[in-house]
């Protein structure tokens, strides 16, 4: 079993520039002293450059993870994200040269977004060959600008079972073309407050229940009473 060390949390190649070379100075270290077997990552998608990632590959990363989102640009413009679907077509196409695994992260349900933008973005996600995909369903976390949106009525969450339902349309796509998907739902986090949206401590367990219950229930319908 492979040993990575993860950067996460925030825009990995998007730091000052100081700090990241001496993040990947010491994780470079732990990799040549074989402690580890390579580095991984996740930042934005307007963050990732050719320098950056070269850099990146020299100290030893192995995947880059993009928060893409959406794939739709208005939804990204209405949910101020300051980055466009191009962003994300570029960062994953500067990853793969560089000889790295890319993995995307969406978030289905932000502001502006309904079923066929977001199936939208799961085919344009597709088209871009990730190998590993997480998939969060937007929430409304206290203190911020969604928060305003959504007391003010000009925003509103997803609901469990269509949170669930989008999801295992992903789940299926991505798991068609070999695509792992590492995680559905957003992990709890500590010291924030989700006010709205389909939190639930085992979404990924709700997506994978649902798809077997079709599965049961088309098999039931093709053997009949037998």
Not at 4 to 10: C, D, K, P, S, V
Not at 81 to 86: A, L, P
Not at 118 to 129: A, K, P
Not at 147 to 171: H, M, N, Q, T
């Amino acid at each position: 079993r492979k040993r990575l060390i993860a950067f996460y949390g925030g825009s990995f190649t998007g730091i000052d520039s100081l700090m990241f070379e001496r993040y990947l100075e010491k994780a470079h270290e732990l990799v040549h002293a074989g402690i580890v077997h390579g580095i991984k990552a996740s930042t934005r998608p307007d963050m990732v450059t050719d320098d950056r990632i070269s850099m990146c590959r020299k100290a030893g990363f192995v995947e880059m993870e993009v928060g893409a989102q959406s794939m739709d640009d208005t939804v990204l413009n209405a949910s101020r994200r300051e980055h466009g679907s191009e962003d994300t077509v570029k960062a994953a196409h500067i990853i793969k040269d560089a000889g790295m695994r890319l993995g995307i992260q969406i978030m289905p349900g932000l502001p502006g977004e309904d079923r066929e933008s977001y199936r939208h973005t799961v085919e344009e996600v597709i088209s871009l060959q990730p190998d590993v995909v997480r998939i969060y369903p937007t929430v409304v976390i206290e203190g911020t600008a969604l928060e305003r949106f959504y007391r003010s009525g000009d925003y509103k969450p997803l609901e469990l079972g269509e949170a669930v339902r989008r999801c295992l349309f992903a789940y299926v796509r991505f798991s068609q073309i070999g695509c792992k998907v590492l995680r559905m739902g957003l992990p709890q986090p500590e010291n924030v407050r989700i006010v709205a949206g389909p939190q639930h401590p085992s979404f990924g367990f709700l997506v994978k229940a649902r798809a077997f219950r079709i599965m049961a229930e088309n098999l039931m319908e093709r053997c009949g009473d037998d």
